[in-house]
């Protein structure tokens, strides 16, 4: 729902009603995650997607309606044994998909939020007493929460805590609560269950070395939604014109730009290291590997790569912190140019953030999606 906040504020502005479709359970094989979202205006206009195709006509429908009967409905698609082509989902997952008319002012405002770039959580009742299905309490960073479920204040206490929580932690997903406020394993009959979706700023990308590789990395990692930093202590190389479409280009030591950034960053952050010269990665590396980072990789061949360990090993790293160090960088892609080389790493990244293998799929066995 959050990564609409730009489409659906021009419909806000012109007071198109609309109706919303949120993905709020997964299970198995199912192809888009919890948080995915549809959304649909009274002229029949659509943006985003739920499942990548196999459902979105039964979702657009189910929105139609929402908007003629104003009530929200949660509905859970399946495979379909009889017909893989029928209303379902032929790659054998499951989808609870939750549909509610737009316009609560709970939603707005996370919306508005989210088409800012404040970090937000919007907390949602997607199942439990009918009168409540549908509120929305939104945590917004700089200005506190919004809504109200209307029963206990204890529960709407209890969820701000944990919607706020979950922003931290950057977390997308459900909780069951009491109706006083209270966790529970299992919901009940009068028990709720709330879709906490949380929208964080981007994630890092720290390219350190402005050469020919760092242009394509950089290229990549907008593409996959990083917030681009290239750093390079050579002004001669760290410009502008170099690499447009990085968000920012710093002319500085490679270490001392990280240091003066390190307590910005938290467990998203990726750092390629890129220039192969013990002077400036030695240092870097250091910082790097003592951070709680998602990946920190780094070019060279394999003599580059044994010397390295050896002058970060003198430095005092212990054997963990050296094995976080992703080196050579990326997969074995038989990559040769910047282009292949920087979709060597950015593979690598995927797979160790997802847990995945790097093996081809056709050769592994289990779940071809699977939780982060």
Known sequence: MLDLGTELAAWRRAGTPYALATVVGVSGSAPRPPGSALAVAADGTVVGSVSGGCVEGAVYELCREALESGIPVLQRFGYSDEDAFAVGLTCG??????????????????LAAAERGVPVAAARVVAGPAGLLGRVIAVVADAGATGTYGADPAL???????ARAMLHAGRTGSTTLRPDGRPCPEA?????????????????????????????????????????????????????RRFPEADEVVVDWPHRHLASIADTLDRRTVVTVLTHDPKF?????????????????????RRTHAARHARLRETGLGEQQLAALHSPIGLD???????????????????????????PLRTAAGPIHRAA
């Open 188 to 240: 009940g009959p009068d028990d709720l269950t709330i879709f906490v979706e949380s929208r964080t700023p981007p994630p890092r990308l720290l390219v350190y070395g402005a050469i020919d590789f760092a242009a394509a990395v950089t290229r990549v990692g907008k593409l996959l939604g990083y917030h681009v930093s290239v750093c390079d202590a050579r002004e001669v190389f760290a410009t502008r």
């Open 281 to 301: 990665d030695i240092p870097l590396l250091e910082l790097a590997l003592r951070l709680d980072l998602a990946y920190v990789g780094a070019m060279g061949s």
């Open 333 to 359: 892609l038989g990559a040769r140019t910047p282009e292949e080389t920087a979709l060597s790493v950015f593979a690598e990244v995927v797979a160790t953030h997802n847990g995945g293998t790097g093996l």
């Open 156 to 162: 709407d206490a209890a969820v701000v805590a944990t």
């Open 93 to 110: 997952g499951v989808l609870d998909v939750f549909v509610q008319p737009g316009g609560d002012v709970a939603v707005e405002a996370a």
